[in-house]
């Protein structure tokens, strides 16, 4: 159990813009490791940051933490059009990430809001808090062995690798149903799951479902996806939270054809695209030189859990 002076120490680096982007992260993942209303209040005062992958990141880990004390900070966020759409986006998924249905009515209301990509997750939210709801949690294909709360549950068993691919490929279905289809696949793991699952990466229509192909990609980190995230990360005209999703999924699988293509984008156009691969390199420093393992949160892969880093 850390103490609060500990808390606070860390707390204050990740809300000190003078750090190092990547130093700012390890504090947040070992806040979001640590837990509490502490931990809950320093990572609130990340989003008056001006790192949109930072704020990202914020509102990824509050959902993970599953902590209803970070409903308000994440309704804030949330109803905050000044901030990134991805940041947004987050926010509406961690609520969600969350459960409670107290929310119901919020991600309603802003399951038609303007900017596409949020109100497609607060649609896929509401329909994860209503699958809870009916009693869901008994159909899953496989079990999850990922330490991650995902915005919808894997679907039902007994349907082939093909029949999963084909559902995730139609765009006809409602996005649930094709992000249901997307966790079974990754729940299998096999090289052919890994394949269908990067066919979605060329998937027209949705990027926030590109994006969440690249984010599974980086929790199965099976090298037979690397040619389509590369293609991801270096599509002209990609939207930049399918290109940063892609360098994490990149950085999480960790060969040298990934590093060569982290290496090229680290000074991306694109702020966010440039700074994920900042920090995913940063990662496999870390990773490889036996110092410190992230946790599921960056990079959003299966992991060890540090008390401290």
Not at 61 to 82: H, K, N, S, Y
Not at 281 to 303: H, I, K, T
Request: net charge negative; proline share 5%; charged share 25%.
């Amino acid at each position: 159990m850390a103490s609060p002076e500990q808390v606070c120490a860390v707390g204050q680096i990740l809300v000190d813009p003078q750090r190092a982007l990547t130093e700012r992260f390890r504090a947040l993942f070992t806040l979001k490791n640590l837990g509490g209303p502490d931990a809950i209040t320093w990572i609130s005062r990340g989003f008056s940051d001006d790192s949109a992958l930072l704020k990202h990141e914020l509102a990824y880990c509050l959902g993970q933490m599953q902590d209803r004390d970070a409903i308000p900070v994440l309704t804030r966020v949330l109803r905050d059009r000044e901030q990134d759409a991805m940041v947004r986006h987050e926010a509406g998924e961690a609520l969600g990430a969350i459960g409670d249905p107290s929310v119901l009515d919020l991600l309603r209301e802003f399951s038609t809001d303007p900017v596409v990509e949020v109100a497609e997750t607060c649609q896929l939210a509401v329909r994860r808090l209503e699958w809870l709801q009916s009693g869901g949690g008994d159909d899953d294909d496989g079990g999850d062995t990922y330490a991650s709360v995902d915005p919808a549950p894997p679907a039902a068993g007994g349907r082939s690798t093909a029949e999963l691919r084909a559902a995730l490929l139609d765009e006809a279905l409602p996005l649930f149903e094709r992000y249901r289809a997307m966790f079974a696949l990754r729940n299998r793991g096999s090289e052919e799951a890994a394949l269908a699952l990067a066919d979605g990466l060329r998937s027209g229509g949705s990027a926030l479902f590109r994006h969440e192909v690249g984010y599974v990609l980086g929790q199965l980190r099976h090298p037979a996806a690397v040619p389509a995230l590369r293609a991801a990360l270096e599509r002209p005209g990609e939207s930049a939270m399918v290109r940063h999703e892609a360098a994490e999924a990149l950085g999480a699988i960790g060969r040298g054809e990934c590093l060569e293509a982290l290496r090229r984008h680290r000074g991306d156009g694109e702020r966010v695209v440039k700074e994920s691969c900042q920090v995913a390199l940063d990662m496999l420093e870390y990773e490889n030189s036996g110092q410190f393992q992230y946790a599921d949160g960056l990079l959003r892969v299966q992991g060890s859990n540090p008390e401290v880093h």
